[in-house]
């Protein structure tokens, strides 16, 4: 047996895992629904979905007074705002929908409606799982990349969104979740996600590349 067809064969005989990636819209801040959301991204040639916030562990710190000018912070929270998805198997995105969730300080509630890719055509664009730090690891992982962040944050100024290099170590702060507790002791786990990110603020995409579209089963059988 190859390795591509054991690969296939561990894929099709686990239901843990998926070959597929999901992204589901939400309301926005500024009024505007998740369906409206969806439909302007369907509604859209090329389709486009953008990235609409900072996201992950540098969030924080990029609030904080570690850029020289609210330009150079600015900028970098433009950095940290990349296209999220779940590898969760499709038939436990169910577990995602209407719920309030704590992120990021702020509460987020996924909706129905959304868009499901594979893998590969993620993979293609940049996606990538998230690193996933533990707070209560004794080898300290979290202070470790916020040393990074550190080295880092000096070299900011001689970078713009567009002349960053792909290979540069700033793309890995685009991709770092914790999980434990906070500094108050109190739990914080992004781990059941499953989360993917794409170092993109806008991912487009034709209908070929679209697995499936998700949207309330009466609006399938209503036709809208």
């Given amino acids: ?64 007074n570690n850029f020289p000018d609210q330009s150079q912070k600015d900028c970098f929270n433009n950095f940290l705002k990349v296209i999220c998805l779940t590898e969760s198997p499709l038939d436990q995105i169910k577990h995602f929908i209407g719920k309030d969730f704590e992120r990021d300080n702020s509460t987020i509630k996924y909706s129905e409606y959304g868009f499901v890719f594979t893998r590969e055509f993620i993979q293609q664009k940049g996606g990538n799982p998230c690193f996933y730090v533990c707070t209560q690891d004794t080898r300290n992982m979290q202070s470790a990349f916020l040393s990074l962040f550190d080295l880092l944050k000096d070299k900011w ?54 697995a499936l579209a998700l949207c309330p089963e009466s609006e399938i059988e209503a036709g809208t």
């Fill in 1 to 64: 047996m190859s390795r591509a067809e054991m690969i296939k064969k561990v894929y099709q005989n686990r239901t843990d895992l998926s070959t597929f990636l999901v992204h589901l819209t939400k309301d926005q801040g500024d009024g505007v629904t998740a369906k409206q959301t969806f439909e302007t991204i369907l509604g859209t040639t090329p389709h486009k979905i953008i990235a609409k916030s900072p996201v992950g562990l540098f969030c924080k710190h990029a609030s904080e």
């Fill in 157 to 210: 100024i001689y970078f713009s969104l567009d002349t960053i290099p792909n290979n540069s170590a700033f793309n890995i702060l685009r991709f770092v979740n914790i999980f434990g507790k906070d500094s108050t002791d109190n739990p914080i786990d992004y781990f059941w996600e499953r989360e993917w990110r794409i170092p993109l603020q806008e991912l487009q995409f034709n209908d070929q590349d679209l």
